[in-house]
Nanobody
Framework: QERLVESGGGTVQAGGSLKLSCLFSGSTYSLSTLGWYRQVPGKERELVASISWTAVEAYLDSVKSRFTISRNNNRDELTLQMNRLKVEDSATYYC????????????????????WGRGTQVTVSP
């Protein structure tokens, strides 16, 4: 059965850091490209970063050089290290699969999933 559990969010000042974790289970995720998404109220969910099963990474331009995505296939864990956080990074962050080869920010989300975890809230204060 699919399960996604995100954690690690919180409130930090601009310039600070947070590390998000996602524990996943289910065959859907184990060999798939995985991604971190974020959403703010009133806006569409967007893909922030993705990592393939072979660890090829891709990032939204606005987070490049600040965020690092990684995965541990043995522990079924996906992480997102977020450094030099900005107020505009504030959102609820979710993990899920992602289409192979999609570069974050280059196209609107044409894919959807029936199941999402609860997400983890990130708030960056000025």
């Amino acid at each position: 059965q699919e399960r996604l559990v995100e954690s690690g969010g919180g409130t930090v000042q601009a310039g600070g850091s947070l590390k998000l974790s996602c524990l996943f289970s289910g065959s859907t995720y184990s060999l798939s490209t995985l991604g971190w998404y974020r959403q703010v109220p009133g806006k569409e969910r967007e893909l922030v970063a993705s990592i393939s099963w072979t660890a090829v990474e891709a990032y939204l331009d606005s987070v490049k050089s600040r965020f690092t995505i990684s995965r541990n296939n043995n522990r079924d864990e996906l992480t997102l290290q977020m450094n030099r956080l900005k107020v505009e990074d504030s959102a609820t962050y979710y993990c899920n699969s992602a289409p192979l080869g999609v570069v974050p920010g280059t196209e609107e989300m044409w894919w959807s999933y029936d199941y999402w975890g609860r997400g983890t809230q990130v708030t960056v204060s000025p």
